[in-house]
């Protein structure tokens, strides 16, 4: 009987203790939904709902923002917490100051939901800040070493030793032969005073066989050619051309039996052994050339090689038209494998010492400024807003890296996030963090349910870039024939298309409309079945993102360009990238570099 009655106790102990326990939960999850002020969604901040749901616009699932704690809550919070640190000293004025400041801009999100939304990190570190800047040219033949024959005494051409562009000549080899009397009757002048020296002896007329000598050399007589004569004392109205010397025929205008002039032009010889390039390069670029930098020239003709070049002349005017300088650089071409008219690329390599960097894709635009957002552990965020210098990319041999230059606002070893910047910024408008850290007031009132407003013009700028970039992705990925990765990058087109319907536009709301309601409809239907027909739809969403960058680009750090193929022909054949290392999207693999750099788009206003 005693143990069956201290087994019901026992019994019944353990009932309550478990129903207890279930409780707790239920009453933790209700204060959670007490906490709530309003539901939204992530990707569109504007959504305000009361309850949970879908976005009405995107069909993801709202979140929740939880109700602002009050700042005496927070001091109470506060003291609880240091009693219950067993009566801890406090922290110092300047100590508690900051840990409130830091405590203002957090905002948190789950490390559940970021690892959802890809968010990965990376680390403020010490580099090389090696520059990079790149530019095109042609190659053309040093005008120092260009020779042009010019008839020099009237005639006729007699015989045409070389009768081609292109024919290989050396030093003092016959190029043609020119019957002139003229030239007789100059060369029988200098055997007389020849003779008559001889005759009265040396001094009587020197200076008369020296002018005669002259005459001859202004009439392209060699010296050579001249010291026979001396010796033969027999004239000549032969008048050989040679070539003065190694290189190649450029032109050959003389026929034989061709009368001449005085002045007209015979032929041209070219001395290849070293090419210019003239290659343009941006205002706010030239300040990083001097003469004598050594540049890397690529040029189509040779893919597997890279040639030295050295930069001889910096123009000093800048086009007013184009905003760039003209730099030619002299490129040696001993082996003679290059040739005039060939297209070259041309990189020049900055080193500029060792510097704080960060990953470009790190740093969200917002205008005037750049804004980073630092891990501060547990799911807890900081944005904050750096300056940066120029960027820079770093090549391995394997994977290619962008990075900027931190000027102010981190520390080495910072940790920040390097992904899904977009979704977190996102996120830190949905809980007021960013505002708040501005010193700029919430909204008092709160919209109603599903209300959506357009969101600030504030905020374009950044659109267009993560437009920009699914944009480049999807070039990459046609570029490589890659299909499986068209569909989920078609869609984050469309989703970011879609995010410009909502904003306020920038100027001309009319006119916005119209453009951004044509991008959009060429992203909808960007649904290819096949990678032709992926490319076809490529081209369509090209050009209407072309036409509404052309009156609403924003001011980004690297220049774009339109290119276009001259091949492709199924749908409009121009695209958009931010170098002129031609990638072709249309033919893929098979002709990557087909394609013209048509011109460039610049910001507006």
Same mark, same amino acid.
């Given at each position: 009987?005693?143990?069956?009655?201290?087994?019901?106790?026992?019994?019944?102990?353990?009932?309550?203790?478990?129903?207890?326990?279930?409780?707790? /939960?239920? !009453?933790?999850?209700?204060?959670?939904?007490?906490?709530?002020?309003?539901?939204?969604?992530?990707?569109? /901040?504007?959504?305000?709902?009361? =309850?949970?749901?879908?976005?009405?616009?995107?069909?993801?699932?709202?979140? /929740?923002?939880?109700?602002?704690?009050?700042?005496?809550? +927070?001091?109470?919070?506060?003291?609880?917490? !240091?009693?219950?640190?067993?009566?801890?000293?406090?922290?110092?004025?300047?100590?508690?100051?900051?840990?409130?400041?830091?405590?203002?801009?957090?905002?948190?999100? /789950?490390?559940?939901?970021?690892?959802?939304?890809?968010?990965?990190?990376?680390?403020?570190?010490?580099?090389?800040?090696?520059?990079?800047?790149?530019?095109?040219?042609?190659?053309?033949?040093?005008?120092?070493?260009?020779?042009?024959?010019?008839?020099?005494?009237?005639?006729?051409?007699?015989?045409?030793?070389?009768? !081609?562009?292109?024919?290989?000549?050396?030093?003092?080899? @016959?190029?043609?032969?020119?019957?002139?009397?003229?030239?007789?009757?100059?060369?029988?002048?200098?055997?007389?005073?020849?003779?008559?020296?001889?005759?009265?002896?040396?001094?009587?007329?020197?200076? $008369?066989?020296?002018?005669?000598?002259?005459?001859?050399?202004?009439?392209?007589?060699?010296?050579?050619?001249?010291?026979?004569?001396?010796?033969?004392?027999?004239?000549?109205?032969?008048?050989?051309?040679?070539?003065?010397?190694?290189?190649?025929?450029?032109?050959?205008?003389? *026929?034989?039996?061709?009368?001449?002039?005085?002045?007209?032009?015979?032929?041209?010889?070219?001395?290849?052994?070293?090419?210019?390039?003239?290659?343009?390069?941006?205002?706010?670029?030239?300040?990083?050339?001097?003469?004598? &930098?050594?540049?890397?020239?690529?040029?189509?003709?040779?893919?597997?090689?890279?040639?030295?070049?050295?930069?001889?002349?910096?123009?000093?005017?800048?086009?007013?038209?184009?905003?760039?300088? *003209? #730099?030619?650089?002299?490129?040696?071409?001993?082996?003679? &494998? $290059?040739?005039?008219?060939?297209?070259?690329?041309?990189?020049?390599?900055?080193?500029?010492?060792?510097?704080?960097?960060?990953?470009? &894709?790190?740093?969200? @635009?917002?205008?005037?400024?750049?804004?980073?957002?630092?891990?501060?552990?547990?799911?807890?965020? $900081?944005?904050?807003?750096?300056?940066?210098?120029?960027?820079?990319?770093?090549?391995?041999?394997?994977?290619?890296?962008?990075?900027?230059? #931190? #000027?102010?606002?981190?520390?080495?070893?910072?940790?920040?996030?390097? !992904?899904?910047?977009?979704?977190?910024?996102?996120?830190?408008?949905?809980?007021?963090?960013?505002?708040?850290?501005?010193?700029?007031?919430?909204?008092?009132?709160? @919209?109603?349910?599903?209300?959506?407003?357009?969101?600030?013009?504030?905020?374009?700028?950044?659109?267009?870039?993560?437009?920009?970039?699914?944009?480049?992705?999807?070039?990459?990925?046609? +570029?490589?024939?890659?299909?499986?990765?068209?569909?989920?990058?078609?869609?984050?087109?469309?989703?970011?298309?879609?995010?410009?319907?909502?904003?306020?536009?920038?100027?001309?709301?009319?006119?916005?409309?119209?453009?951004?309601?044509?991008?959009?409809?060429?992203?909808?239907?960007? =649904?290819?079945?096949?990678?032709?027909?992926?490319?076809?739809?490529?081209?369509?969403?090209?050009? +209407?993102?072309?036409?509404?960058?052309?009156?609403?680009?924003?001011?980004?750090?690297?220049?774009?360009? =339109?290119?276009?193929?001259?091949?492709?022909?199924?749908?409009?054949?121009?695209?958009?990238?931010?170098?002129?290392?031609?990638?072709?999207?249309?033919?893929?693999?098979?002709?990557?570099?087909?394609?013209?750099?048509?011109?460039?788009?610049?910001?507006?206003?």
């Amino acid at each position: 009987m005693k143990t069956g009655f201290v087994l019901k106790i026992t019994l019944v102990a353990l009932i309550a203790v478990v129903i207890s326990a279930c409780s707790k /939960p239920e !009453s933790s999850k209700q204060a959670v939904k007490d906490n709530v002020d309003y539901w939204t969604c992530t990707m569109h /901040p504007s959504v305000h709902a009361k =309850t949970p749901g879908k976005c009405p616009i995107c069909s993801m699932d709202l979140v /929740p923002v939880m109700k602002k704690v009050s700042n005496d809550n +927070a001091g109470g919070m506060t003291k609880n917490a !240091s009693a219950s640190m067993g009566g801890m000293p406090m922290s110092s004025p300047i100590q508690k100051a900051e840990s409130q400041k830091a405590q203002s801009t957090e905002f948190m999100v /789950p490390v559940e939901r970021q690892q959802q939304i890809g968010v990965t990190y990376a680390s403020v570190a010490k580099r090389p800040i090696e520059l990079s800047i790149r530019s095109v040219g042609i190659l053309e033949s040093d005008s120092s070493k260009m020779f042009d024959y010019v008839a020099r005494v009237d005639g006729y051409v007699q015989e045409l030793k070389v009768n !081609s562009p292109g024919q290989q000549v050396s030093q003092g080899e @016959p190029l043609l032969t020119i019957y002139s009397p003229d030239l007789r009757s100059t060369e029988q002048e200098l055997v007389n005073l020849l003779n008559d020296r001889d005759r009265n002896g040396r001094g009587s007329n020197d200076q $008369l066989i020296e002018a005669s000598k002259r005459r001859l050399k202004l009439w392209n007589v060699s010296d050579q050619e001249i010291a026979e004569l001396e010796k033969s004392r027999k004239p000549s109205d032969q008048l050989m051309l040679r070539s003065p010397f190694d290189g190649v025929v450029g032109e050959v205008m003389a *026929r034989p039996g061709m009368s001449v002039k005085m002045g007209d032009k015979l032929a041209t010889v070219l001395d290849l052994s070293t090419l210019w390039i003239w290659a343009e390069f941006y205002e706010n670029e030239v300040s990083l050339l001097k003469p004598g &930098q050594t540049t890397d020239v690529n040029l189509p003709a040779f893919p597997n090689q890279i040639f030295k070049g050295q930069i001889a002349v910096i123009n000093p005017v800048i086009d007013p038209a184009k905003r760039t300088a *003209r #730099v030619r650089i002299d490129i040696p071409n001993a082996k003679a &494998q $290059l040739r005039p008219g060939m297209y070259a690329n041309v990189e020049v390599k900055i080193d500029d010492g060792e510097g704080l960097t960060i990953p470009v &894709q790190a740093a969200l @635009p917002t205008g005037e400024r750049m804004l980073v957002f630092l891990d501060r552990g547990q799911g807890k965020l $900081l944005p904050r807003y750096v300056q940066v210098g120029r960027s820079f990319t770093t090549f391995d041999g394997q994977q290619e890296e962008s990075y900027y230059q #931190v #000027v102010k606002g981190l520390k080495e070893g910072d940790r920040i996030v390097d !992904s899904a910047n977009f979704l977190i910024d996102a996120e830190s408008q949905v809980q007021g963090a960013l505002k708040d850290w501005e010193g700029e007031k919430q909204p008092s009132a709160t @919209p109603g349910v599903n209300q959506i407003s357009p969101r600030q013009g504030s905020d374009f700028g950044a659109l267009v870039k993560v437009l920009l970039d699914s944009y480049k992705g999807m070039q990459r990925i046609l +570029a490589g024939s890659e299909f499986p990765k068209v569909s989920a990058e078609a869609q984050d087109l469309q989703k970011q298309v879609h995010l410009l319907l909502e904003i306020e536009p920038p100027s001309k709301p009319g006119r916005y409309q119209d453009l951004v309601g044509k991008l959009h409809s060429s992203a909808d239907q960007f =649904t290819p079945d096949n990678i032709e027909q992926a490319r076809i739809d490529f081209g369509q969403f090209s050009a +209407a993102l072309i036409a509404f960058l052309r009156e609403f680009m924003p001011q980004l750090d690297d220049p774009l360009y =339109t290119i276009e193929c001259p091949v492709w022909k199924k749908s409009p054949a121009i695209w958009l990238q931010d170098s002129t290392q031609i990638k072709n999207p249309f033919l893929g693999p098979d002709m990557p570099a087909c394609g013209t750099v048509q011109g460039e788009i610049h910001a507006q206003g």
